[in-house]
Nanobody, 112 residues
């Protein structure tokens, strides 16, 4: 059974940095596209960043220039480097992999 396993996250002060990783386990097939999504309390889940197998990236306007998504196809793993974090970046961050795979989520809290 294919699973996405996230790591990273935690508590950081505004202006700080955090890194997330997402490993696909239980499969020899390379995940075609990875994505990071987040959900703040009382809000809908929103796309943060996506990356295709070829490395083409897409970012939400709110994180562009601060966050970087990357991947290592040899490890079937995606990463999200988050810099200059703001309190509004607080939420549960979910990794997604095509097709229809979701990780359990990891909490990111940015204090002001």
């Amino acid at each position: 059974q294919v699973q996405l396993v996230e790591s990273g996250g935690g508590l950081v002060q505004a202006g700080g940095s955090l890194g997330l990783s997402c490993a696909a386990i239980g499969t020899d097939n390379i995940i075609n596209a990875f994505g990071w999504y987040r959900q703040a309390p009382g809000k809908q889940r929103e796309m943060v960043a996506t990356i295709t197998f070829a490395g083409i990236t897409n970012y939400a306007v709110s994180v562009k220039g601060r966050f970087t998504i990357s991947r290592d196809n040899a490890k079937n793993t995606a990463y999200l480097q988050m810099n200059d974090l703001r309190p509004e970046d607080t939420g549960v961050y979910y990794c997604a992999g095509s097709p229809n795979l979701w990780g359990p989520g990891t909490q990111v809290t940015v204090s002001s």
